[in-house]
């Protein structure tokens, strides 16, 4: 699984990544520095080799869907959104992490 993040959630997906590696998931991290434009081919070399992204942003999706066309449905996208108010818990990311992964939520 590729954890794509910018700003501030690329800190705060570092536990939730750790979690999911202790418990026998690969995880790698695409920390974007800019988002426009695109890294395209970024996302498109990586499909090929990765089972699934999960893509962690501050609101209800939008830079999922970049990722989404990138791939081209050669590996799963999955969202880990959050509207304001707040910040994720590491339990929230690592559940997104196991679903791009296909596997059972962690408890």
Known sequence: VVVVTYGLTAR?????????????IKVGHLRLVTIWPFAEWVIREL??????FCVVEMNLGQLVFEVERCAAGKAKTVLCGHAGGGLFTI???RDKIFEAAGEKVAK
């Open 12 to 24: 705060l997906v570092r536990p939730a990544i750790e979690q999911a590696r202790r418990k026998g």
């Open 47 to 52: 499909s090929g080799k990765v089972g699934g």
């Open 91 to 93: 339990e929230e990311i």
